[in-house]
C-alpha cells in the first residue's frame, strides 16, 4: 500500500448503510483513529462539501451566527471536529426538521463529543452514531472480517494473519516507533 492510499475500513459499510436513512450521522472515536480521513474518503465519493472546525475561519463563521452557517450549509456536507462548536447543535436540529432527507450531514467528533448535552438534546432520534475505533490487523492486511477470525468453541480456526504479507503486529509497532515510546514511557513510571 502506497503512502496516498488508505486502508479500507469495516466501519465503511456501515456508514454507508447510515446514510441511506439517517439525516444524521456521527461517526466518534479517539483521536488519530481515521475519523476524518474515512469522511473525507466517503465526502469525495459521494459529492459531499467539507468542513473542518480545526480551520479558524469555519470555526469563528459558525461561532458568529449558528443559525446563518448552518442555513448555508450546502445539502450535503461533513462537519469535522464539531466538539469543538456545542453551540452549533441547536442550529443542526433546526437545519435537520426543515429537511428530514438522509445523509443529509456527516459529523465526526471526539469520544468526548456525546457527553456534550446539546448534542445529546438536540439530535436526539436524528442521528446514528458510528463509533470508529484504531485500524486493525485486519483491516491493516487488507483482509474481510467474518466466520473464521474468531473462535467461538476454542477450537482452532483459520488465523486472519494466514496469507498476510505483512509482519506481525510488534513488528509495525517497532517500525512506527510505538514501542520505544511505550517502554520508555513505562520506565518513567516505575
Given amino acids: 500500500m502506497?503512502?496516498?492510499e488508505i486502508y479500507p475500513r469495516f466501519a465503511l459499510a456501515r456508514l454507508e448503510e447510515a446514510l441511506v436513512d439517517t439525516p444524521v450521522v456521527l461517526i466518534h472515536g479517539p483521536r488519530q483513529c481515521g475519523k476524518s480521513t474515512l469522511a473525507q474518503?466517503?465526502?469525495k465519493k459521494r459529492g459531499y462539501t467539507y468542513f473542518t472546525f480545526d480551520d479558524e475561519n469555519v470555526l469563528r463563521a459558525a461561532r458568529a451566527d449558528p443559525?446563518?452557517?448552518c442555513a448555508e450549509l450546502p445539502e450535503r456536507a461533513v462537519l469535522d471536529?464539531?466538539?469543538r462548536i456545542p453551540e452549533l447543535f441547536t442550529s443542526l436540529k433546526g437545519l435537520v426538521d426543515r429537511d428530514r432527507q438522509p445523509g443529509r450531514l456527516i459529523l465526526t467528533g471526539s469520544a468526548n463529543?456525546?457527553?456534550?448535552?446539546?448534542?445529546?438534546d438536540s439530535l436526539a432520534g436524528r442521528m446514528e452514531v458510528l463509533r470508529?475505533?484504531?485500524l486493525t490487523q485486519v483491516e491493516m492486511?487488507?483482509?474481510?472480517?467474518g466466520i473464521g477470525f474468531i473462535s467461538v468453541d476454542g477450537a482452532k480456526t483459520r488465523?486472519?494473519?494466514?496469507g498476510m504479507k505483512r509482519r506481525p503486529l510488534i513488528f509495525e509497532l517497532e517500525r512506527k516507533n510505538f514501542t520505544s515510546a511505550f517502554t520508555s514511557r513505562f520506565e518513567n513510571n516505575s
Fill in 81 to 83: 471536529e464539531v466538539q
Fill in 159 to 162: 488465523s486472519f494473519r494466514a
Fill in 67 to 69: 443559525v446563518g452557517f
Fill in 2 to 4: 502506497n503512502d496516498h
Fill in 41 to 43: 474518503a466517503v465526502a
Fill in 132 to 134: 470508529l475505533g484504531p
Fill in 141 to 145: 492486511g487488507g483482509r474481510v472480517p
Fill in 113 to 120: 463529543v456525546l457527553l456534550l448535552p446539546k448534542l445529546a
